[in-house]
């Protein structure tokens, strides 16, 4: 089984600040992965996802994320957060031989004014 | 498009008694998942459905938790006895059944068991 790490349980930033959120997963094989981002009492919303092609993968609301093969890791960024940012992430990974999909523990960003 | 429904969003019981939940997912989409997400921690999968079959229930605790996906459209998740330990929320989420579709997940229904 696969297995998605997210080392960061909590970040604390100061508005328009930048914010880097850290996902590992374990696979050595090829992978499909995503964020998603989750507001209080709400479900998972899609922020972006890697399928193929450039590492390099803009989502909404200003979020971007790098995928590193070699690192096996797919860290999301944003260059200046706003206070609507403060929710929890989460990075998630599918196989390319199945749509069966794993989680991080989440990452709590609170955007501090 | 209409989204992934579930009802109820809230539900408070007690330990020993029995709840259902039920999950509607996005028209046309083949698969469909069933979450537990505690408190503090990432989405863990119950049970996998592809259209009426199960694909995956490996960690669904079967001598409580049942879930069923009847016609291959709704579901529904099933505790019987509830414990303490199942005050979580559960998400439904569903996709068009290839790897390279995100999930959409429902608003999850929010279990506390006293």
């Known amino acids: 089984a696969q297995s998605v790490t997210q080392l960061d349980s909590q970040v604390p930033v100061f508005e328009e600040a930048p914010v880097e959120l850290r996902c590992n997963y374990s696979s050595s094989v090829s992978v499909y992965l995503f964020w998603y981002v989750q507001y209080p009492n709400q479900g998972l919303q899609l922020l972006l996802k890697?399928?193929?092609?450039?590492?390099l993968v803009k989502g909404i609301n200003g979020f971007e994320a790098e995928f590193n093969k070699s690192q096996t890791s797919f860290h999301l960024r944003k260059p200046s957060v706003h206070i609507s940012d403060t929710a929890e992430y989460f990075c998630a990974v599918s196989g390319h031989n199945f749509n069966k999909f794993y989680f991080g523990s989440g990452t709590k960003l609170n955007v501090k004014p | 498009e209409a989204g992934v429904a579930q009802s109820p969003r809230y539900k408070i019981i007690e330990k020993r008694q029995s709840v259902a939940f039920w999950c509607n997912p996005i028209?046309?989409?083949?698969?469909l998942y069933w979450y537990q997400q505690i408190l503090g921690q990432g989405p863990k999968l119950l049970i996998q459905f592809q259209n009426n079959g199960v694909v995956d229930d490996s960690q669904l605790p079967k001598d409580r938790f049942s879930a069923e996906r009847l016609k291959g459209v709704d579901s529904t998740l099933k505790i019987q006895p509830a414990k303490l330990e199942d005050s979580a929320v559960y998400l439904c989420?569903?996709?068009?059944?290839?790897?390279?579709?995100?999930?959409?997940f429902g608003p999850g229904t929010r279990l506390t068991v006293t």
């Open positions: 028209s046309g989409h083949a698969t």
């Open positions: 989420a569903s996709t068009e059944g290839q790897p390279s579709k995100e999930q959409y």
């Open positions: 890697y399928l193929s092609g450039s590492t």
